[in-house]
């Protein structure tokens, strides 16, 4: 989110010069609730982490796509997918 340094002037800017949350978000360009957040709490730093890492686009594919890659491997270079007629293959399955 934001670093040390912003939560620092967004504090410095509010309590020490007195400046109003509007003129903060203006100067500063960060949202009303940002400013909000930084000075109700007393954290110095804010971090988010996901708690589920979302599957891939590909994920429904994952299993057909490993083994075409498999048996692209075990072929000699000129039976390879490497052309374009390769994506109208994965397509037909």
């Known amino acids: 989110m934001k670093g040390v340094e912003t939560i620092a002037r967004i504090r410095r800017e509010f309590f020490v010069r007195g ?3 509007k003129e903060i ?3 500063l360009h960060v949202s009303r609730n940002t400013v909000r957040k ?3 709490s007393g954290a110095t730093e804010f971090t ?3 708690e589920v ?3 891939p686009k590909l994920g429904c594919w994952k299993a057909d796509l490993d083994r075409l890659l498999a048996a692209n491997e075990a072929k ?3 039976q390879s997918r490497c052309s374009p007629d390769s994506g109208r293959s994965l397509r037909s399955g």
């Open 19 to 21: 400046k109003m949350i």
């Open 25 to 27: 978000v203006r100067e």
């Open 38 to 40: 930084v000075l109700r």
């Open 48 to 50: 988010y982490e996901r």
């Open 53 to 55: 890492q979302p599957l």
């Open 76 to 78: 000699p270079a000129v």
